[in-house]
């Protein structure tokens, strides 16, 4: 007799799937913080050792914390920016490395960490197809021949927004939501687990504002 013939194992069937629906998300996601944890906290745990002979788990995390407080620390005055300045210059010419190196920082810059705004505006675009809309960001602006504006557009991958397509849009291409760049961020990185509840458009075509929500 099969399973589906059998309602008391049909029955336990179902509620041991759906409790694996529930708890594999959440091993994962702690699964994942123990591993991002472990490495972090093991990186300086030689170090530590070495000049206090002792360590307990968390220390190691704790200083690595502490270290990045400090760089940003020294980045905010002038002359810690020349100083990181010119050790950005040599690691970016240290073989093999520089190459790894070069790629992580442009992850970082391409994501907005730090000050630095990499994306002007959030914008929705007509994309793969006409009828499918895709999130993307304003990068830049120009014009063509006769005067008219046209925007650079990147339509970043989800849930890596760092591999993607670079549009060149006129205006009424291009369907601006009031979605901040940071949210727009986090949707994609998410696959769309994060994103508003209504996204207004307030601007489509050639200015017109349009009430109608996506």
Not at 90 to 99: M, R, T, Y
Request: one cysteine or more.
């Amino acid at each position: 007799m099969s399973p589906s013939n059998n309602p008391p194992l049909k029955i336990l069937r179902n509620r041991f799937l759906t409790g694996l629906a529930f708890v594999l998300p959440i091993g994962a996601a702690l699964g994942l913080l123990i591993w991002v944890f472990n490495i972090v906290d093991g990186m300086l745990k030689p170090i530590i050792e070495l000049f206090f002979n002792w360590y307990f788990p968390g220390v190691g995390l704790l200083v690595t914390l502490l270290l990045i407080y400090l760089v940003g620390l020294v980045l905010s005055n002038y002359f810690g920016k020349q100083i990181l300045s010119w050790i950005d210059k040599l690691l970016a010419k240290v073989p093999i490395f520089n190459q790894i190196y070069n790629s992580a920082k442009q992850v970082i810059q391409t994501l907005g960490v730090g000050n630095k705004v990499s994306f002007k505006e959030a914008v929705m675009v007509e994309f793969p197809r006409v009828g499918m809309h895709s999130l993307a960001f304003i990068t830049n602006e120009t014009t063509n021949s006769s005067g008219e504006k046209l925007y650079l557009v990147y339509v970043p991958g989800s849930p890596n927004p760092t591999s993607g397509f670079l549009e060149l849009l006129r205006e009424n291409q291009i369907e601006r939501v009031n979605i901040s760049v940071e949210d727009a961020m986090k949707t994609l990185i998410s696959c769309g687990l994060v994103f508003p509840e209504t996204v207004q458009s307030i601007e489509i075509g050639h200015g017109d504002s349009h009430p109608n929500k996506l």
